[in-house]
């Protein structure tokens, strides 16, 4: 058996056009477009480039984007002040801090001051207690994006046996969160689960979200299974440009899998497409209209 290939890039551009149709419809009902604002503390030059690319994505979807640059020498409470003006802004309904913020600067504290409504990222603990007891939530973009190419690629996801490996807050534990909400029976492990192999072998959908360089390997994967890899590892060439690769042994895993997110151009297009389907859905709830589709 190989593998089909799940086209996260394709799958992103569907969601992000699909999005701005969705931007044009609530101008016209609203007055104005939704808004996203990110806020950038610090040089860290892979922060800069997911943050740029947000913003570009917010731009094309027809959207407002309002860009925070500040430098690392920004206080805790300079930057709690700016999430406090975010917050009471009529025109934001997106609050985005790019992670990780500087050592001096205390993470909790921050997402725990951006107004739950805007909190586009789904970290608020709001959010997550919304999320694990059911409620309408904005829930974190990676596993939102990781359950739209599932579901796009098996439909119905009820009764079956899912695998997460890792259980941090912005991906393994919402991800387990939204499968028990599609009725599959879940399984989370994570670095001290017991024989992983076995674990992973029973699964027929197996997210993998560690952060380990090709660890789950091809034979561990059951034939016919679904394998979503969240993800993104450099590793080192001799050309010094470093290599890209998932959690999963991509080579051999599709000699197993049905099918199996590539690392780059699968789960990563995503998170930003749900980033902008968040704004979107927040600047309707905000405004009291029903969901977009
Ligand atoms: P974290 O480091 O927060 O969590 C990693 C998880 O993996 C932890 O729960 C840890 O267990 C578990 N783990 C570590 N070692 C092992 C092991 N040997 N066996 C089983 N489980 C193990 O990472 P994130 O969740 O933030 O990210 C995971 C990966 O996804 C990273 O590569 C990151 O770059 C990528 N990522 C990709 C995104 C995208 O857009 N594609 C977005 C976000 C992340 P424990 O809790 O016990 O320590």
Same mark, same amino acid.
């Given at each position: 058996?190989?593998?089909?290939?799940?086209?996260?890039?394709?799958?992103?551009?569907?969601?992000?056009?699909?999005?701005?149709?969705?931007?044009?419809? =609530?101008?016209?009902?609203?007055?104005?477009?939704?808004?996203?604002?990110?806020?950038?503390?610090?040089?860290?030059?892979?922060?800069?480039?997911?943050?740029? #690319?947000?913003?570009?994505?917010?731009?094309?979807?027809?959207?407002?984007? =309002?860009?925070?640059?500040?430098?690392?020498?920004?206080?805790?409470?300079?930057?709690?002040?700016?999430?406090? !003006?975010?917050?009471?802004?009529? /025109?934001?309904?997106?609050?985005?801090?790019?992670?990780?913020?500087?050592?001096?600067?205390?993470?909790?504290?921050?997402?725990?001051?951006?107004?739950?409504?805007?909190?586009?990222?789904?970290?608020?603990?709001?959010?997550?207690? /919304?999320?694990?007891?059911?409620?309408?939530?904005?829930?974190?973009?990676?596993?939102?994006?990781?359950?739209?190419?599932?579901?796009?690629?098996?439909?119905?996801?009820?009764?079956?046996?899912?695998?997460?490996?890792?259980? #941090?807050?912005?991906?393994?534990?919402?991800?387990?969160?939204?499968?028990?909400?599609?009725?599959?029976?879940?399984?989370?492990?994570?670095?001290?689960? /017991?024989?992983?192999?076995?674990?992973?072998?029973?699964?027929?959908?197996?997210?993998?979200?560690?952060?380990?360089?090709?660890?789950?390997?091809?034979?561990?994967?059951?034939?016919?299974?679904?394998?979503?890899?969240?993800?993104?590892?450099?590793?080192?060439? !001799?050309?010094?440009?470093?290599?890209?690769?998932?959690?999963?042994?991509?080579?051999?895993?599709?000699?197993?899998?049905?099918?199996?997110?590539?690392?780059?151009?699968?789960?990563?297009?995503?998170?930003?497409?749900?980033?902008?389907?968040?704004?979107?859905?927040?600047?309707?709830?905000?405004?009291?209209?029903?969901?977009?589709?």
């Amino acid at each position: 058996m190989t593998a089909s290939r799940i086209d996260g890039k394709a799958a992103g551009v569907a969601v992000r056009e699909r999005v701005a149709k969705g931007v044009r419809a =609530f101008e016209q009902r609203a007055g104005r477009p939704p808004g996203l604002a990110t806020v950038l503390v610090g040089e860290d030059p892979a922060s800069a480039v997911y943050v740029r #690319s947000k913003n570009r994505a917010t731009a094309e979807a027809g959207m407002a984007s =309002f860009a925070h640059n500040l430098p690392d020498t920004t206080s805790e409470s300079e930057l709690l002040q700016l999430v406090a !003006d975010l917050n009471a802004d009529k /025109r934001v309904d997106g609050i985005l801090v790019q992670l990780p913020l500087p050592s001096h600067i205390d993470e909790k504290k921050v997402i725990a001051t951006i107004e739950p409504s805007k909190d586009v990222d789904g970290f608020h603990a709001m959010n997550a207690g /919304r999320l694990a007891t059911g409620l309408d939530a904005l829930v974190p973009c990676t596993p939102l994006g990781c359950l739209y190419l599932l579901k796009a690629e098996l439909g119905d996801l009820s009764g079956l046996d899912a695998v997460v490996i890792g259980r #941090s807050n912005i991906v393994g534990k919402p991800m387990a969160q939204l499968l028990l909400g599609e009725n599959a029976t879940v399984t989370i492990a994570h670095s001290r689960t /017991r024989n992983l192999e076995e674990v992973v072998s029973r699964a027929d959908i197996v997210v993998a979200a560690v952060g380990r360089p090709e660890m789950v390997r091809g034979h561990w994967i059951k034939p016919g299974a679904t394998v979503i890899d969240v993800g993104i590892n450099r590793l080192p060439t !001799d050309d010094g440009k470093g290599r890209l690769v998932g959690d999963v042994a991509f080579d051999e895993a599709v000699e197993f899998a049905r099918a199996i997110t590539p690392v780059p151009g699968g789960v990563g297009p995503m998170t930003i497409a749900m980033l902008m389907r968040n704004t979107l859905v927040a600047a309707h709830r905000r405004a009291g209209l029903a969901d977009p589709e």
